[in-house]
C-alpha cells in the first residue's frame, strides 16, 4: 500500500497508553527547547528570577509604547481643539468686521446682509468640516490601535502551551 506525502508528515505517539497521531517535529523545535532543569537550586532559582526579569521589562516596554501612542492622540486632539477655537475666534473677527464695515445708512442693503450672511455659513462648514476630518483620522487610528491590541490577545491564546504537547503543558505548569 503507498502511502501519500501528508501520512509522511505525521507520526504515531503513545503517551502512556494515550495513543494520537501529530504532526513530525523538526530537528530545529527539538533544539529550540529550554534547557534541562538544573540540579542546583540556587542556580534554578536564579534562572528563574532572570526569566521573570525579562519578562517584565517586555511588558514594561509594552505599557509604555502604549501610553506613549495614548500622549500622542491627546495632544493631536488638543492641536485640534485649539486649531477650532482659533477658527472661532476668526470667524468673529470676521463678523465684527464685517459689521463695522456696514454702511452707515439706517438699512443695509439687503444682498449685502445676504452675502455675509452665506460667507459666514461657508466659514463655519469648512471648519466643521476640517474639524471632523480631523476627528475621524484620530478614530481610525484609536479603531486600528484597538485591532492591533486584538490580535495580540488572540495571539497570546494561540501561544498557550495547552496547543502543545501534553508534556510540554505539564513542563510550563509546574515552571509557573
Request: charged share 30%; net charge negative.
Amino acid at each position: 500500500m503507498a502511502t501519500s506525502e501528508w501520512e509522511d508528515d505525521w507520526e504515531l505517539c503513545n503517551d502512556d497508553g494515550f495513543v494520537y497521531k501529530r504532526k513530525k517535529r523538526r530537528p530545529d523545535a527539538l533544539s529550540a527547547a529550554p534547557p534541562p532543569p538544573l540540579s542546583d537550586p540556587q542556580a534554578e532559582e536564579s534562572h528563574r528570577r532572570e526569566r521573570k526579569r525579562r519578562a517584565l521589562i517586555k511588558i514594561k516596554e509594552k505599557y509604555q509604547r502604549e501610553i506613549d501612542h495614548w500622549e500622542h492622540l491627546s495632544n493631536t486632539l488638543g492641536a485640534l481643539e485649539e486649531t477650532a477655537h482659533q477658527q472661532q475666534r476668526r470667524q468673529q473677527q470676521q463678523q465684527e468686521q464685517a459689521s463695522s464695515s456696514l454702511p452707515l445708512a439706517d438699512s443695509p442693503s439687503p444682498e449685502f446682509v445676504c452675502r455675509t450672511l452665506v460667507d459666514e455659513l461657508l466659514l463655519q462648514a469648512e471648519a466643521q468640516e476640517a474639524v471632523i476630518h480631523d476627528v475621524s483620522h484620530l478614530c481610525d487610528v484609536a479603531e486600528a490601535m484597538c485591532n492591533v491590541q486584538d490580535e495580540q490577545l488572540k495571539q497570546s491564546f494561540i501561544d498557550l502551551p495547552i496547543w502543545g504537547s501534553p508534556r510540554e503543558l505539564m513542563a510550563s505548569l509546574c515552571d509557573e
